[in-house]
């Protein structure tokens, strides 16, 4: 059975940098879209971002654009979420997800399949 996992969360000052993990096991997803999704305290799941099969191609939310950087490593089959200039307003539960139904590169259509447990980061000001 498909599971994914994140770490890499915690506390840190506003302006300070992140990075958030997200290891899969139980199947490789090295074909499909994987994607970061946020959710603040009494607020809906947001999307974060999301990143092509081959890791040539990101899609970005626009609060984190310029900030924000999804990257993979297929070999290892896991998804980053390098976090830098943190904002209070950043901090959330992040969850990593995996488009088990489509191939190949649609951003605005990435439907999260899979979920992990989510991990969460903590901004201060």
């Known amino acids: 059975q498909a599971q994914l996992v994140e770490s890499g969360g915690g506390l840190v000052q506003a302006g300070g940098s992140l990075r958030l993990s997200c290891a899969a096991s139980g199947r490789t997803f090295s074909t499909r879209m994987l994607g970061w999704f946020r959710q603040a305290p009494g607020k809906e799941r947001e999307f974060v971002g999301v990143?092509?099969?081959?890791?040539?191609?990101?899609y970005y939310a626009d609060s984190v654009k310029g900030r924000f950087t999804i990257s993979r490593d297929s070999a290892k089959n896991t998804v980053y979420l390098q976090m830098n200039s943190l904002k209070p307003e950043d901090t959330a539960v992040y969850f990593c997800a995996a488009d088990g139904t489509r191939l190949g590169w649609w951003p605005g259509e990435f439907k999260a399949d899979y979920w992990g447990q989510g991990t969460q980061v903590s901004v201060s000001s």
């Open positions: 990143i092509s099969s081959s890791g040539g191609s990101t």
